[in-house]
Structure formats: structure tokens, C-alpha cells
């Protein structure tokens, strides 16, 4: 079985040919905000690019849960969560900015937690993106858009300056490298998928 299977097959977002990313422009573009991609996935994206699945795909959170959970005395709520959207990688030099990998790491760099690597949309605001230094240790984690963090709100809600591994409080584990992010892929057979659930 091959690899990309799990996604129901590929397609390219632009066009009709698969327009593989430069990986010595990739690491420029890396270099410059001080962050890394596995080689695993530099190689895919180095084939395909901006690219989608042929399916309606979702990837299997490992666990329902962020990677930091708020303490109850702090009265912010904990979201659970058991798989996120998916709606396509990003690639690099396409005429539509946001298809773009460096659109995403300007758009998201202090939205996400330090490090942070958007790769893929999940087609309603969050995004997939891989974090070498987490709590939890380097992989790809999705990052939920509708529980964004804001360090003025904090700061108002608790009466203390937001603590860094908070920023995680949206941010969940898929996988801790690209092969099992891969696997984590399953096809929408139903109706609705429960990225939201």
C-alpha cells in the first residue's frame, strides 16, 4: 500500500501538473524564521507541492485533548477534539498568497506557539503544522483556530501574564513524524466530519 493512500490519491491546487517545491528554497525561507521541517516532509512537498486529496480527508488526533490543559481554578475551558480538517499543503511562489508556505509562516508566526510550522489548511481557519520543540516532543500537531489564544484576555481572565506552554491550550498532537501524520489520514465516508466534535 502506498503511503499517500490513506489521503484517496492527490491532486495539485493550481493547474493541472504538480509543482514541487525547491528544498534549498524551502530552508531559506525556514532559515529566516528560525524553524525546521523533517526531511520526510520536505521530500513530499519537494514532489508535490501545493497539493489536496482526491477525498475528503481528516487526520485522527492521538488524544481529544490540547497539549496544555488549563488547571480548573483558572476558569478557562478545556476543548476536546477528535480529528482535524484537511484541505491542502501549501506550496511556495503561486500567484494566490495564501497558498503559499511563506504567506502562512508570516500570517501565523506569533499566533502559534514559538517554532511553529503551518504545512497544510485545515479549510476553516486552523492549520496543520509541525513543532520540533513542543511539550510533548517535535510532530505535527493541528492548530484550532476557534480557540485562539490572546495574551491581553489572559492576562484580564486570570489577573498574570500568560505562561508560554498556554499557547498550546489549541494546539493538538497528531503525530511525532510525517509517516505517522499519514496514518492518522482517514477518509470521510459520512456525511459530516467530526473536526469540530
Given at each position: 500500500?502506498?503511503e ?16 514541487g517545491?525547491a ?11 528560525e ?10 512537498v ?7 486529496s482526491d477525498e ?8 481529544q485533548s490540547?497539549?496544555?490543559l488549563?488547571?480548573?481554578?483558572v ?7 477528535n480529528?482535524?480538517?484537511f484541505?491542502h499543503f501549501?506550496?511556495?511562489n503561486?500567484a ?13 508566526n506569533?499566533?502559534?506557539?514559538e517554532g511553529?510550522?503551518p504545512?497544510?489548511?485545515?479549510g476553516?481557519?486552523g ?16 492548530w ?5 489564544w ?12 500568560m ?7 489549541n494546539?493538538?498532537?497528531i503525530?511525532p ?18 473536526s469540530?466534535?
Open positions: 500500500m502506498n499517500l493512500d490513506c489521503l484517496g490519491g492527490l491532486h495539485p491546487v493550481t493547474g493541472d501538473a504538480f509543482v517545491v528544498p534549498e528554497e524551502l530552508w531559506k525561507i525556514l532559515r529566516s524564521y524553524r525546521s521541517l523533517p526531511g520526510k516532509f520536505i521530500d513530499f519537494a514532489t508535490w507541492g501545493c497539493c489536496s475528503e480527508v481528516v487526520f485522527r488526533l492521538a488524544g490540547a497539549v496544555h488549563h488547571a480548573e481554578s476558569g478557562i475551558p478545556n476543548r476536546r477534539h480529528s482535524a480538517g484541505s501549501y506550496g511556495l503561486l494566490e498568497e495564501t497558498l503559499n508556505l511563506s504567506w502562512a509562516l508570516k500570517t501565523y506569533t499566533r502559534m506557539p511553529s510550522v504545512v497544510a489548511a485545515d476553516s481557519g492549520q496543520i503544522c509541525y513543532i520540533a520543540d513542543s511539550p510533548v516532543g517535535p510532530g505535527f500537531f493541528w484550532d483556530h476557534d480557540n485562539e490572546d495574551e491581553d484576555d489572559y492576562r484580564v481572565d486570570t489577573g498574570e501574564d505562561p508560554e506552554v498556554s499557547k498550546f491550550q494546539v493538538y498532537f503525530a513524524h510525517f509517516e505517522g501524520f499519514l496514518a492518522a489520514a482517514e477518509i470521510v465516508t459520512g456525511l459530516q466530519s467530526e469540530s466534535g
